[in-house]
């Protein structure tokens, strides 16, 4: 059984950071791209940053220089490391496993930016 579990959110002030695990099992996490996306209520889904097989790493202007995506393939883990917080990225935040052929989603954990 594939999953995709997320961890880390939590309740955080501006400024403030966070660091998200997202966990594989089932899976070879190592030929997947992953991605992270987010979404705030009443808002669609937006995507935050990704991470492909080879490492290559890319990220909106939303979140570019304040998000870092790093994967640990003997871990199974890919990690988002969130910095300099602000009030508008809080969301529940998921990723999303893609081989090209599969596509797999976490459960999401929220992330609340709030003083």
């Known amino acids: 059984q594939v999953q995709l579990v997320e961890s880390g959110g939590g309740l955080v002030q501006p400024g403030g950071s966070l660091r998200l695990s997202c966990s594989a099992s089932g899976i070879m996490l190592s030929v997947y791209a992953i991605r992270w996306y987010r979404q705030a209520p009443g808002k669609p889904r937006e995507w935050v940053a990704t991470?492909?097989?080879?490492?290559?790493?890319n990220y909106p202007d939303s979140v570019k220089g304040r998000f870092t995506i790093s994967r640990d393939n003997a871990k199974k883990t890919v990690y988002l490391q969130m910095m300099s917080l602000k009030l508008e990225d809080t969301a529940v935040y998921y990723c999303?496993?893609?081989?090209?052929?599969?596509?797999?989603w976490g459960q999401g954990t929220q992330v609340t930016v709030s003083s």
């Open positions: 999303n496993g893609n081989n090209g052929f599969n596509d797999y």
């Open positions: 991470i492909t097989s080879t490492e290559n790493t």
